[in-house]
């Protein structure tokens, strides 16, 4: 029966962890705006990552999901003003790994091993550029992968999602 118990608990552990090193991605905006007036955009502030080529990688992926929804980018004079901000913290997780026969106390052996990774956090920030107000955030926060071509197909899969439910 503690066996049990503590193999529910174990899996409630698991389950957290894995939930807590996903990706989430939310977008929101302000319902009382007609997106439909917005035909132009360009760049008032562009990422700041530490990777090298992902400043570009990310302002390329959301100039592809504005132009998707009908919108041309423009040097001047835009209809709608983009930011984006990238934020990065180290995290860690402990895993342990059982052996032995079952789990009595008296038998077997544990490794507990530390695990550190980094989470990354991207915020687009879209402005109505004549008022300067905010009128739509998407936010993607995932683990941040040490393989640059495995980095760039999240980081485009997360700008992706920010922008399904897009108003356009």
Do not use: C
Not at 75 to 95: I, P, Q, R, S, Y
Not at 138 to 163: C, H, L, Y
């Amino acid at each position: 029966m503690q066996t049990q118990k503590l193999s529910v608990m174990l899996g409630f552990v698991f389950l957290l962890a894995a939930n807590a090193r996903a990706d989430r991605v939310t977008s929101d905006r302000d319902h009382r705006v007609n997106f439909s007036k917005y035909k132009t955009f360009m760049w008032v502030h562009e990422p700041e990552p530490r990777e090298a080529f992902m400043k570009e990688r990310i302002v390329a992926s959301v100039n592809a999901q504005l132009v998707a929804r009908g919108m041309r980018q423009v040097d001047d004079g835009a209809d709608l003003a983009v930011g984006a901000n990238m934020a990065t913290e180290e995290k860690h997780t402990w895993e342990t790994y059982y052996n032995g026969d079952g789990w009595g106390w008296g038998s077997g052996w544990s490794v507990t091993k530390e695990k550190t990774y980094e989470v990354g956090t991207l915020t687009v920030d879209l402005f109505d550029a004549h008022t300067r107000k905010l009128v739509w955030q998407g936010v993607g926060t995932d683990e941040v992968s040490p393989k640059p071509e495995k980095r760039t197909k999240e980081t485009d899969k997360q700008i992706e999602k920010m922008f399904k439910h897009f108003p356009w």
